[in-house]
């Protein structure tokens, strides 16, 4: 009785001791790690953030979890499921990866390239099986996922830094490119010093440990850069709505009187003379009233497509409200603002309107004010702009109108050399 209590005790002693080997715990760490981003990138691709590279990345996570079952199973099971089958998914895991990264900075898939590397990798590792080369293994393995996850890291370096800066374009980078380094050193010390890497990953040495240990973290790390990806684009969407307009894409009138307060900052600081434009089209609620309101939007859309078509790229336009735009001209003075409306004035004047009830014309109403004073507060720039916008109204519309600086009656008048019609919209 006591005989066979030691000898069960020493069994469970040995196994205890085989399931605590640090490369089989790293590696069941892993593979928990990755069944909860599994899950997470399902919620998220439920949700509806960037759907398809989250439906990737998830598929990516279930296929890592499957390898690695059959990598902590090798001792018993044959050399393809161990090895081949187990690598074959884990490669498949990282291409999953790396297309969802593509998909999510809108490039074009690389999936004949992916396909090769695949084919390639695969075909060494059954002919380093077949010979019985466990260098030849671990480094063909090794370098085939080293080289898809450090293309992954390109991507997000080369292609996100517009949209997102290039400090946290390369930011997200570093986990791919970390775990993409570490597998392809692994790989050519594997074909230096075979003895330190051994048959396996799982094989307990200190480079194997030190791997699975990089993995564990890079992964974990990596999966924190995905979701900082989608979060930041949908803070940018979000912060993007919050300052233009529905409509017309054009910035709103918070958004505008933001960059207003800071061109006179600027004009405080260093006397950098800025102008503003008030542009109004004329006659719209005739346009609604004759076409309906679906035309006056399209009218609305293709005003503020040719105001930014016009304007300089360093230009500011906003739809201030209703049939209102706004364009502040930084670093312009009288000549250049009086110069640039004229220029809009004429290429509204020139547009044909296209909408479900027939071609629209119109003709557009400027008012113009140029900031000179920097004493000169915000609001009182945007009062002498609605008192020129007005004039020009009121003076038969179709022409812009300069206000005098400091509020002064006086007044530059510029206008179109035809007589300004009443109004030029055809009878449908």
Known sequence: MHGHFRLDFALLASLAAAALKPTLVILV?????QGLVALLWGVMARLRLSRGPALHWAAASALVTAGLVLVGQRDSLPAWAGFWLANALILLAFMAIRRGVEMFAHRPLADPEQAVTWAVTMSALALSLQGGMSWAVVTVTSVGLGFVMLRAAWTVLRHLATEFGPRVAAGCAVPFAVIGGVFVLRGLV???????IGHSVHADNAVNVGTTMVFLVGGLLLQFGLLALVFARVLLMLRHQSEHDDLTGLLNRRAIQQRLREEAERLQRYGQTYSVLSIDVDHFKKINDRYGHPAGD???????????????????VARAGGEEFWMLVPSTGVDGAVQAADRLRRAVGEMVVKTPRGDVTLTVSIGVAVAT????????LMQRLDAALYRAKQGGRNRVELAAAGGSAAATTTADARPAEAERVPAP
């Open 373 to 380: 004073e920097p004493g000169e507060a915000t609001e009182a």
């Open 29 to 33: 760490l892993i593979l928990l790690q």
């Open 298 to 316: 399209i009218v609305l859309q293709a005003v503020g497509r040719v105001l930014r078509q016009v304007g300089r790229s360093v230009d500011h």
């Open 190 to 196: 594997a074909m230096v010093l075979p003895q330190a």
